[in-house]
């Protein structure tokens, strides 16, 4: 099973984007969902998490300007971001946890300019 990200590009400061992340195949048990992101030189941070019931966690980053959803029946799981910011530019890596182990999407650049 395969995690794919998209939606990534660039964007202005203010702007908005909007990230998809689908599995290739069945997960079953997925507990929690998310997004990670890693600018250059900086360790990959939590952006958002997601768990089945649908509880959102959120870094303060980004605390009222991205929000986290997902489709269950779909696997998929979707981060929307608005008022972007130059310091939101990284690549976005989505996650998804089963009971039995972890997954990682490719990545997703995203590039917000001043």
């Known amino acids: 099973v395969q995690l794919q990200a998209s939606g990534g590009g660039l964007v202005q400061a203010g702007g908005s984007l909007r990230l998809s992340c689908a599995a290739s195949?069945?997960?079953?048990?997925?507990?929690?969902m998310g997004w990670y992101r890693q600018a250059p030189g900086k360790q990959r941070e939590m952006v958002a998490t997601?768990?089945?019931?649908?509880?959102?966690s959120y870094a303060d980053s980004v605390k009222g300007r991205f929000i986290i959803s997902r489709d269950n029946a779909k696997n998929t799981v979707y981060l929307q971001m608005n008022s972007l910011k130059p310091e939101d530019t990284a690549v976005y890596y989505c996650?998804?946890?089963?009971?039995?182990?972890?997954?990682w999407g490719q990545g997703t650049l995203v590039t917000v300019s001043s």
């Open positions: 195949g069945s997960i079953l048990g997925i507990i929690l």
């Open positions: 997601i768990t089945s019931g649908g509880r959102t």
């Open positions: 996650n998804y946890r089963s009971a039995f182990r972890e997954y």
